[in-house]
């Protein structure tokens, strides 16, 4: 199975800062890595397909680049409603399973 | 815009089976996957398995193999996740969402989730 490892698992900002999430895997898995935003007590929300392309309706701060085995998320500006937990998720296309990083917290500073 | 529309919260003894149910409103799920994601109490996510709903076909991860069936109605509108064996390690809130892609997929539309709580 593919392992996927997130960092930091927690990050600490303030609102404007620029902030970057890293998202390695076990093996290549091409640009198959999905970004997702959970709040506490909701549903993941997508905000990033195969790498870098932005799902509609999410804000141009959050962009996301990397292939093969290395991924970043990046905000490019902390807004107070990016106070959220973000999780990569890889889908590649050579096995049926899904996994999903650890998780990272980012908290007000 | 397809929404998906979860069960309730359910509680359950240790040993017997809960099933949860995704029903999409404004679409069905033909073209798409419909995904289960788990959440333990201040856990991430873990994926359960999978279903096309249009081949009926399911896809189970290793570690639920053997305890968890999903299911899908032949209208394409609802899913089924059923969970058997149940111990206190399953108490979790039990998500399906859309999945999007063609031999695997990403989660572009989720339900709110379903609580499922194990106590004897």
């Known amino acids: 199975d593919i392992q996927m490892t997130q960092s930091p698992s927690t990050l600490s900002a303030s609102v404007g800062d620029r902030v970057s999430i890293t998202c390695r895997a076990s093996?290549?898995?091409?640009?198959?890595l999905a970004w997702y935003q959970q709040k506490p007590g909701k549903a993941p929300k997508l905000l990033i397909y195969k790498a870098s392309t932005l799902e509609s309706g999410v804000p141009s701060r959050f962009s996301g680049s990397g292939s093969g085995t290395e991924f970043t998320l990046t905000i490019s500006s902390l807004q107070p409603d990016d106070f959220a937990t973000y999780y990569c998720?890889?889908?590649?296309?050579?096995?049926?399973?899904?996994?999903f990083g650890g998780g990272t917290k980012v908290e007000i500073k | 815009q397809v929404q998906l529309a979860q069960s309730g919260a359910e509680v359950k003894k240790p040993g017997s089976s809960v099933k949860v149910s995704c029903k999409a409103s404004?679409?069905?799920?033909?073209?798409?996957?419909v995904i289960w994601v788990r959440q333990a109490p201040g856990q991430g996510l873990e994926w359960m398995g999978r279903i096309i709903p249009f081949l009926r076909l399911p896809t189970y991860a290793q570690k639920f193999q053997g305890r968890v069936t999903i299911t899908a109605d032949k209208s394409a509108t609802t899913a089924y996740m059923e969970l058997s064996s149940l111990r206190s390690e399953d108490t979790a809130v039990y998500y399906c969402?859309?999945?999007?892609?063609?031999?695997?997929?990403?989660?572009?539309?989720w339900g709110k989730g379903t609580t499922v709580t194990v106590s004897s």
């Open positions: 093996q290549s898995i091409s640009g198959w």
């Open positions: 969402a859309r999945g999007t892609g063609t031999i695997n997929y990403y989660m572009d539309v």
């Open positions: 998720q890889q889908y590649n296309t050579y096995s049926p399973g899904l996994t």
């Open positions: 404004g679409g069905t799920f033909n073209n798409f996957a």
